[in-house]
């Protein structure tokens, strides 16, 4: 119950700093016009503005304190990118891919051609000395990947998925995996006054120990959990995939084993016939949509080394893509798909998404010699990182994969 350090509001970095900041005019134009973004984005907007002033920034001591980040796939070069990609299963990358590169690519585009372009007096590209008007692309978007890798890797919330403020000194602890056995933490981290309910009321937070300690004694905390005196762990801790992708390791507890299971409707869905209706207003889709799943360009699901969300939601949205279209039905068709049709297509789905592609780029054997002509040479944390991928959280998907294949044969 001993509070071992208050971190006062005033210190953290959050929107409430970011509006008061230089750019704070700007985002709440952008939060005026933006109404459905994400809650980190004017964060991030802000911390590109002050990582870009080097250290012109108040902020720069605590940022030249924190790490590189050269082990987050955030922040992976093109070449690695596409090594990683070429080497582990889809069943490892697909959330990767979709989740990190290509919608993070998007919203350096996006911002790129809006926020920081068009303003280079806030956001100044070239550095101190450069001739007038230059641009370093380069160091914008080293900015924007650092950016992101600390919203991601440091903020928290009022919940696990609702990021909001980076709190230094908060980011101190080391990891431990205590809660993947569903274990007590270390630390509880309080907002004071409780409650998140109205962020503005919240004007500071506190490190508490909900346990003794010898002297002298390590404090340590889970990354990927909530606290659990003010509000309820997880049912699972992360993947594997997220806690490299967000932390750049992974403790390779078995709990996080995961299998990633990535659905595109066009590959089940048999086509619309276009003198019935036109594709979009299929009435499958219409179906995912009554159900709350849907309709989606691409569906991804993480499947746990227990099972216990196979045959729920996957089963659904798998039964409905099979159905037959409305011209097959009114030839007379089957209008039900029983489950082993929808346990064929997932055993159809793990075997082309389970599959190692290039099973000893796991022992990173090949790496030195497989550089393309003229890259960078793959840093000390980057190659960390690989091996992490290749290694544990492929081990974590086979194991899941095994599993699934048992269930698959019992049906």
């Known amino acids: 119950g001993t509070e071992l350090a208050s971190i006062p509001r005033s210190l953290w970095l959050d929107e409430s700093a970011a509006m008061e900041s230089k750019v704070g005019g700007l985002l709440r134009t952008v939060k005026e016009k933006a109404r459905g973004m994400p809650p980190h984005v004017p964060t991030l907007i802000w911390l590109v503005h002050e990582r870009l002033l080097g250290s012109a920034s108040d902020f720069d001591p605590y940022f030249q304190y924190l790490p590189k980040y050269d082990n987050l796939v955030y922040t992976f070069s093109e070449s690695t990118r596409k090594m990683l990609l070429e080497g582990a299963p889809k069943g490892v990358t697909n959330r990767l891919m979709h989740e990190v590169w290509h919608d993070g690519d998007l919203e350096f585009k996006m911002l790129s051609a809006q926020i920081w372009d068009p303003r280079p007096e806030l956001f100044p590209q070239a550095p101190p000395g450069s001739p007038p008007n230059a641009k370093f692309p380069q160091r914008l978007r080293a900015a924007y990947d650092w950016a992101v890798s600390t919203v991601y890797s440091r903020m928290i919330g009022p919940d696990a998925r609702e990021l909001t403020s980076v709190v230094p000194f908060l980011d101190l602890p080391n990891h431990d995996n205590i809660a993947s056995s569903g274990a007590t933490y270390d630390i509880d981290q309080l907002a004071r006054p409780e409650g998140w309910e109205v962020a503005d009321q919240v004007d500071g937070i506190v490190m508490v120990a909900n346990r003794d300690y010898e002297a002298g004694e390590e404090l340590l905390a889970a990354y990927d959990n909530v606290t659990v005196q003010t509000w309820p762990l997880p049912k699972n801790p992360e993947c594997h995939s997220r806690m490299l992708t967000v932390y750049g ?25 276009p003198k019935d209706q036109p594709e979009d207003e299929d009435y499958r889709l219409g179906l995912l949509q009554q159900e709350n799943l849907g309709p989606k360009p691409i569906y991804i699901w993480d499947l746990r080394s227990d099972l216990s ?6 089963a659904k949205v798998l039964r409905i893509l099979l159905l037959p279209s409305i011209t097959e039905l009114a030839n007379g068709a089957d209008s039900e798909v029983d489950e082993i049709e929808v346990w064929k297509a997932i055993q159809r789905l793990v075997k082309e998404q389970g599959a190692i592609q290039r099973s000893e780029l796991a022992q990173m054997e090949t790496f030195a010699s497989e550089l393309p002509e003229g890259s960078q040479p793959y840093t000390d944390g980057t190659n960390a990182a690989l091996r992490q991928w290749f290694g544990v959280a492929t081990e974590g998907m086979k194991r899941v994969q095994r599993k699934l294949e048992k269930k698959i044969k019992s049906k």
């Open 309 to 314: 969300n196979v045959g729920v939601t996957v």
């Open 249 to 273: 390791f992974t403790d390779g507890h078995t709990n996080r084993d995961c299998f990633t299971l990535y659905i595109n409707p066009k590959d089940f869905m048999k086509p619309a016939d």
